[in-house]
Nanobody
Framework: VQLQASGGGLVQAGGSLRLSCAAS????????VAWFRQAPGQVRTFVAT???????YHRDSVKGRFMLSRDNAENTAWLQMNSLKAEDTGVYYC?????????????????WGQGTQVTVSS
């Protein structure tokens, strides 16, 4: 499967962005999808995951602000990000795993999109 991430940009603190992860080459329903982010000088860290059936898990720092969803018919997953904070700044990567139940383990994700930059100004 090939993944194409988009939707990043520059936004003021408190604003919103919606990231998209479009899949091609294989039905996205066969995969769990996750978003990871990497701040400058930091390691890539888990943000949220959604199973093939739509069960979600978000890291504590984004719960209530971010929502991961998917539409298997459209072969796309979205990360809706609200109430953005400066610490949400980074490059956001979507990834897919054949562990279709979903996991926060970065090592479980075999396929990666190219990343999209999110910058939140305070």
């Amino acid at each position: 499967v090939q993944l194409q991430a988009s939707g990043g940009g520059l936004v003021q603190a408190g604003g919103s962005l919606r990231l998209s992860c479009a899949a091609s080459g294989d039905p996205l329903s066969r995969y769990a999808v996750a978003w990871f982010r990497q701040a400058p000088g930091q390691v890539r860290t888990f943000v949220a995951t959604i199973s093939g059936r739509g069960s979600t898990y978000h890291r504590d720092s984004v719960k209530g602000r971010f929502m991961l969803s998917r539409d298997n018919a459209e072969n796309t997953a979205w990360l809706q990000m609200n109430s953005l904070k400066a610490e949400d700044t980074g490059v956001y990567y979507c990834a897919a795993s054949t562990q279709v139940g979903g996991t926060s383990d970065i090592g479980a994700y075999e396929y990666w999109g190219q990343g999209t930059q999110v910058t939140v100004s305070s």
